[in-house]
């Protein structure tokens, strides 16, 4: 049997479909239905059990796993209860890397590239705590992530017991289909289609700072498909551990993001600038970009798709159709 917790959300839900699609019908899914519609990310999927999280750890006992895919969590970076997000994310990770230790179960979990903060120590996945402790995270999602990113690394610096297996994933910024449920945390091209293809103009945050033109703000935006084809090969390749970037190593911009769609609904763009608002000016990312040499070197070869190509996959398959989960 395999668990997947956050196996409702975005990137789970889509771990779940490939177990699937893999022959898995023994996947076990961990997490809150709620009310906003989740349980769609899952109406296509076989499951063998769907688990609260308050009874997670009963659930274990004695239980016989494949893996652990340890998507849950608070991934809002706007969360401000700090024993919420703690206890979410930081106490159960914990409680989970104790749990596939102890019963040699291999552990595949998200981290976030938010553990990099502003940007200003770059983007490399480093695993030494030297590198580690130089990350100042800017939110508390991303500081709660980077609080469990040190204890795996220094586990292993010290050569301390860690599952057979255990990779920590610093995913980039990733869109796809079953991320509606998310609200002002989907990705801007999810929370702007409606608008394109409505023919209203779209709006981006015009640039406040010299030399960078309004929506040439940058990321590394990366395909969900791609996402879980690395999880995939990780689960399929137990011989490799480590921490990781997760994303194209190529930044665009939110501008080519939107072109992109509208060239894959084949209508002329209409496009706004307006202001930042002034109370995230001050910590606004201007550029990401993951650097994905280690990821590559531990022997992963299945490259990432180009974004007008995923943007068109998205808009077409998904955004553009009348069912839009996969």
């Not at 019908?25 to 989740?38: M, Q």
């Not at 130089?134 to 991303?142: A, F, H, K, S, V």
């Not at 945050?205 to 309004?214: T, V």
């Not at 996959?313 to 839009?324: E, I, M, P, T």
């Amino acid at each position: 049997m395999l668990l997947v917790t956050g196996g409702a959300g975005f990137i789970g839900s889509n771990i779940a479909a490939a177990l699937n699609d893999a022959g898995r019908s023994d996947v076990a899914v961990c997490d809150f239905l709620g009310h906003e519609g989740k349980w769609k990310n899952l109406a296509k999927r076989q499951l063998a059990d769907v688990v609260p999280p308050a009874e997670l750890s009963e659930w274990l006992r004695g239980r016989r796993l494949d893996a652990v895919f340890h998507m849950g969590a608070i991934s809002e970076t706007t969360a401000t209860d700090g024993d919420l997000v703690i206890d979410t994310n930081f106490r159960l990770s914990m409680r989970l890397l104790d749990w596939c230790t102890e019963n040699r179960v291999p552990f595949i979990y998200a981290s976030s590239a938010a553990t990099y903060g502003d940007g200003a120590q770059g983007f490399s996945d480093d695993p030494s705590l030297a590198a580690l402790k130089q990350l100042r995270p800017m939110n508390l999602y991303g500081w709660s992530k980077h609080l469990f990113d040190l204890v795996v690394a220094e586990r292993a610096a010290r050569g301390e017991r860690l599952p057979p297996q255990w990779a920590g994933l610093k995913f980039f910024n990733v869109f796809g289909p079953n991320e509606y449920h998310k609200g002002t945390m989907a990705s801007v091209l999810a929370r702007r289609f409606d608008d394109i293809r409505a023919g209203r103009v779209v709006q981006l945050f015009k640039s406040h700072r010299d030399g960078i033109a309004d929506g040439d703000q940058r990321r590394d935006f990366i395909y969900v498909d791609d996402v879980v084809r690395v999880m995939m090969w990780l689960f399929a390749t137990p011989s490799v551990s480590g921490l990781f970037n997760v994303g194209t190593s190529h930044a665009r911009s939110f501008r080519d993001l939107i072109l992109a769609a509208y060239s894959a609904l084949g209508t002329p763009p209409q496009i706004d600038y307006i202001d930042m608002p002034e109370q995230i000016r001050g910590s606004y990312q201007y550029f990401t970009e993951s650097e994905g040499d280690r990821l590559r070197a531990a022997g992963y070869n299945g490259g990432f798709t180009p974004l007008e190509d995923a943007v068109a996959c998205y808009v077409r398959g998904y955004l553009d159709g009348s069912d839009r989960f996969r």
